[in-house]
């Protein structure tokens, strides 16, 4: 190795033999500095880049940590029945640490608790159902009972009326109900 000529400043460390080598031309280029640029002016540049991407990193990673608490959020509420006011924070801290597990422990959690434990006695036999009876089912019931007893001269009238009113829309090709007008009307001189 190389004698320092100044002991104050160090010797630049020797480029690793598969690294490649550094073009500060190009490094200027791409930072928008003149090619006349100073090696202070390019650690300048190089200092401002370094910290926009610093001022990046910590935005993301402020978002990542939000994100982290609200999926954790959501997987708490996912297990409310489970998890307790006092258990709260060391759940949502185990989901954070280690989702996958901690999703595990509480699904097998809940398969417990969805589980009825086994009766100690079985229930006891429902009493025996005593029949209701109903008394109207002996009766005979028919609609000419229901209606009460319609006097044959009526229906026999009504079954003309219908027929003469079908008879009116078939002939002169009318609507039913305009024929059954005109039926009525026919028939209400004879019944008068």
């Known amino acids: 190795m190389a004698e320092n000529p100044n002991p104050v400043a160090p010797l630049a460390p020797a480029p690793a033999a598969g690294a490649p080598a550094l073009n500060v031309q190009e490094l200027k280029s791409r930072l928008n500095l003149p090619e006349t640029a100073s090696d202070l002016d390019l650690i300048t540049a190089l200092i401002a880049v370094i ?7 910590d935005a993301l ?5 939000a994100l982290e608490g609200k999926v954790a959020n959501r997987d708490l509420e996912e297990f409310a029945i489970l998890i ?8 949502k801290e185990q989901l954070i640490v280690n989702r996958e597990a901690a ?10 608790v969805k589980q009825p434990a086994p009766p100690a006695t079985p229930p006891a036999a429902p009493p025996p159902a005593v029949p209701l009876k109903n008394r109207l089912q002996n009766t005979v019931r028919s609609i000419a009972d229901l209606a009460g007893t319609t006097p044959p001269a009526s229906v026999a009238a009504a079954v003309k009326l219908r027929n003469r009113a079908t008879e009116i829309a078939r002939v002169e090709r009318i609507p039913f109900s305009a ?5 009525e009307q026919e028939a209400a001189p004879s019944a008068v």
């Open 51 to 57: 910290g926009e991407l610093q001022q990046k990193y």
């Open 61 to 65: 990673l402020s978002d990542a940590v």
């Open 84 to 91: 307790t006011n006092d258990t709260r924070e060391f759940w």
């Open 103 to 112: 999703l595990k422990t509480l699904e097998g959690l809940r398969t417990l």
């Open 179 to 183: 024929a059954f007008r005109r039926a």
